[in-house]
């Protein structure tokens, strides 16, 4: 092969590409890992249970001893709501940092679990900084815990967890981290910052398939949090406490998902870990942000915000430009992006994480050069109104 040839296969049987923050494309590898039935009881498969915490937590370095890995059935959203269920105590009081839909989720749940909350509220994704969440809770000392988004998968920002947590810290109070499109690519590890639970699941960046999430939590808290939760299937400290007695999840395991999760979790190894998965997705970013403003698009974020998971562009100001056109062309070519999630200005969001590589972004580039050629689209500069948001992130 020459230094230029993909150095990842290609989707299996000309699937196109997902350009998307999870499902994304996964390997044939951990797709293969999935053609084989387990007993959720069997010892084969209490083994595997084992081995996926295990390397989970090895993920967070130094430090990680004083944690444990409760991996939790169903999508994302289902282990977001059992570590707040089961870490803000009935009594306690959650202040919830959004800026975007996913912190909006987050102090949802808190509302449908009955937990006093607050929001501060910054919008599409001006992010929350530590100087405002240190005023909040000098001003509120009923607050016991802060709820932050590593990287806001709506706007694609990278918050600043480190200064929020050090703000968190400083006034006596406990993180909890939804790190579900980060974890595995942006370094999350507690000797850098503090706090005491966090969250993600098998379909971002570790490149496995839907069906399970994973909380990671310190064990004083994991212990702490018997009798917290509302919910029985939901319940962290149950499934931890069963799985540490019997080795087996309370419920039925997603037996498929697993299997194909460990065989990720063994490629994320051998690309090194944290680092190797955080610097392939920092290079798809790179290239595909760079080919795209060659040829005219902005990102709604500047550089020091932009995260490596996935980019917001905002759509051209062309009267031509239709996005729903745009979308359906990209998709013809071989790859599926995402429509964005602004609420003022029109957007589009593509994401550099699952089985890709800076080759792939190359052709994402020419496959959308192409298609605005078709859509005859001469400009793809934004409206202004796009440019005057953006100003307000500089202010
Ligand atoms: C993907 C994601 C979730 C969970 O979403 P599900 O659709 O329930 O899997 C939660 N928070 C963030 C930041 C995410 O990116």
Redesign the pocket.
């Known amino acids: 092969m020459t230094a230029s040839a993909p150095q990842i296969d290609p989707p299996f049987l000309g699937e196109p590409y997902l350009l998307t923050?999870?499902p994304l494309t996964t390997s044939y590898e951990v797709k293969q890992a999935m053609l084989r039935d387990w007993g959720s009881w069997d010892d084969d498969f209490r083994a595997m249970t084992r081995d996926m915490r295990s390397r989970l937590l090895a993920l967070l370095g130094e430090g990680a001893g004083e944690f444990d890995c409760v991996p939790m059935q169903?999508?994302?959203?289902?282990?977001?709501e059992a570590m707040l269920a089961s870490f803000v105590p009935r009594d306690g009081k959650a202040l919830v940092l959004a800026n975007g839909a996913?912190g909006l989720?987050?102090a949802q749940t808190l509302q449908y679990l009955g937990r006093a909350h607050q929001v501060l509220d910054k919008g599409d994704y001006l992010p929350p900084r530590g100087d405002e969440v240190a005023a909040i809770l000098a001003c509120d000392p009923s607050i016991t815990h802060v709820v932050a988004?590593?990287?806001?998968?709506?706007s694609g920002i990278l918050n600043p967890v480190e200064e929020i947590s050090e703000a968190v810290y400083a006034a006596g109070r406990k993180l909890l981290i939804?790190?579900?499109?980060?974890f595995g690519a942006i370094e999350l590890k507690p000797s850098q910052i503090r706090y005491e639970a966090m969250?993600s699941?098998a379909?971002?960046c570790i490149e496995g398939v839907?069906g399970f999430?994973f909380v990671i939590a310190r064990k004083a808290e994991l212990e702490a949090a018997k009798g917290n939760s509302h919910s029985l299937s939901l319940d962290v400290h149950a499934q931890w406490a069963h799985m540490e007695k019997t080795g087996q999840w309370r419920f039925t395991p997603p037996t498929h998902v697993v299997a194909a999760f460990l065989e990720a979790l063994k490629a994320h190894e051998a690309e090194g870990g944290v680092e190797g998965r955080g610097a392939r997705y920092t290079r798809n970013r790179d290239v595909m942000v760079a080919g795209m403003r060659e040829l005219g698009f902005e990102t709604l974020l500047q550089n020091r915000w932009l995260s490596p998971?996935i980019v917001t562009f905002f759509c051209p100001a062309d009267a031509n430009f239709v996005f729903g056109r745009f979308y359906e062309l990209m998709k013809e070519k071989g790859f599926i992006i995402y429509p964005g999630k602004l609420t003022v200005v029109d957007s589009f969001r593509v994401g550099c994480i699952g089985q890709m590589d800076e080759h792939v972004m190359r052709q994402v580039v020419t496959a959308a050069k192409e298609t605005l050629a078709e859509m005859g689209v001469a400009s793809a500069a934004p409206p202004a109104a796009a440019l005057e948001e953006r100003a307000k992130l500089a202010a």
Request: net charge neutral; charged share 15%.
């Open positions: 923050p999870g169903g999508s994302g959203s289902f282990a977001v996913y989720r987050s988004i590593h990287c806001e998968t709506s939804d790190s579900m499109s980060a969250v699941s379909n971002k839907p999430g998971i």
